[in-house]
């Protein structure tokens, strides 16, 4: 089969062909039907965050039907429309029996340390398997499993509550799904941080209150907006210290900020006026889990979700392609989110 390889760090990805995977016992093997390009595939291609192995196929943004199953396995059939899960973890161990199955003490990433989706066929772990129905095109059901499960599992940790107000610091992929996903939880007003224009209409098409934070400090806006108290909930979903110091700067009594963004930059914190003072909290949000995604995959059934906007490119298992996307994303010149078909 084909598959878009790393097969060295910090150069460009490569067409290959390789066998298609085999599968064990509890294991399926799935027709990849539509793969999403991520900015975390930019980071690992550039080496900074080490691999499983290489060569490796990159993707773990995947969807498709289930081509083989396993002997063994009781809940996934032939044919099925499948969106998988990019965490395998063991099902057995402290974390995974606690509900926290990211920290598993073997916990492995596909198309991180072990084989993705950019490829032609993909071999997982049943328990990975999420039923896809028909209502919900392979494109966005590759995308519900990173940006969209991402939002939605750092609003679970921000405990967002009936009439609350949350701000969204970052209306890309992870952005927009989180605006909708905090309405759906019950928040009264949700606003949008951005400095592009473009960006802002879409997030207040999706009934976001936009603040545009190349002409107004979004803080001091937040702040207008809410009548001085600031917001319940802040989600920081860049990466960059200037905007996780404002997402805790706007919040208000008993907030919650929750840091979603990479970086490994510091930043400051006024511990008194900043979070002591106000009982505020300042959370880390990390992956998503298994539990969580057959409620996102049923929320996108029912259009309480809609990320078909979000995506906006499909390209074909294409190498110089998928590196040209990957050059924009690292160069941040264009962010719009591709989907690979192969
Ligand atoms: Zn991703
Ligand atoms: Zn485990």
């Known amino acids: ?17 390789i066998p298609i995977p085999s599968i064990r016992e509890k294991d399926i093997l799935v027709r990849v039907r539509a793969a999403g390009i991520c900015h975390s595939d930019a980071h690992y291609r550039a080496g900074r965050s080490s691999m499983g192995r290489m060569p490796i196929t990159l993707g773990h943004e995947v969807a498709g039907e289930v081509e083989l199953i396993g002997p063994q396995v009781t809940n996934v059939t032939a044919g099925e429309r499948v969106c998988l899960h990019y ?7 402290y974390h995974c029996n606690t509900g926290n ?15 993705g989706g950019y490829a032609e066929y993909i071999a997982v772990p049943e328990r990975n398997a999420i039923h896809l129905p028909d209502e919900i095109s392979f494109e966005e059901g590759a995308t519900l499993m990173c940006a969209s499960a991402t939002a939605f599992h750092a609003l679970h940790k921000a405990r967002v509550k009936t009439g609350e107000t949350v701000a969204v610091f970052g209306v890309g992929g992870l952005g927009l799904s989180a605006i909708q996903l905090a309405k759906a939880s019950g928040a009264i007003k949700v606003f949008a941080v951005d400095i592009k224009m473009d960006k802002l209409e879409l997030a207040s098409e999706y009934g976001a ?20 108290k600031g917001v319940n909930v802040a989600l920081e979903l860049i990466g960059l210290p200037k905007t996780m110091g404002q997402a805790i700067e706007s919040l208000g009594v008993m907030g919650r900020a929750v840091i979603v963004g990479l ?13 002591l003072g106000k009982e505020a ?9 298994l539990q969580e995604l057959p409620v996102l995959v049923d929320m996108a059934r029912r259009k309480i979700l809609d990320t078909s906007r979000v995506i906006s490119q499909i390209i074909p298992l294409d190498a110089d392609k998928i590196n040209k996307r990957l050059d924009d994303l690292e160069n941040y010149t264009d962010d719009v989110r591709a989907v690979i078909v192969p």
């Open 1 to 17: 089969m084909k598959a878009v390889r790393m097969v060295e760090t910090g150069k460009p990805l490569q067409l290959q062909q």
């Open 281 to 289: 909290e300042i959370i880390g949000s990390n992956d998503h889990l």
């Open 101 to 115: 199955e990211q920290f598993c003490d073997t916990v492995r990433m596909i198309g991180h340390h072990v084989d």
């Open 87 to 93: 965490n395998i973890s063991c099902g057995e161990c």
């Open 263 to 275: 970086t490994n930059q510091p930043i400051s914190i006024d511990t008194y006026n900043q979070v």
């Open 209 to 228: 209150i936009p603040v545009d934070a190349s002409r107004v400090d979004a803080v001091e806006e937040i702040r207008k907006f809410t009548k001085g």
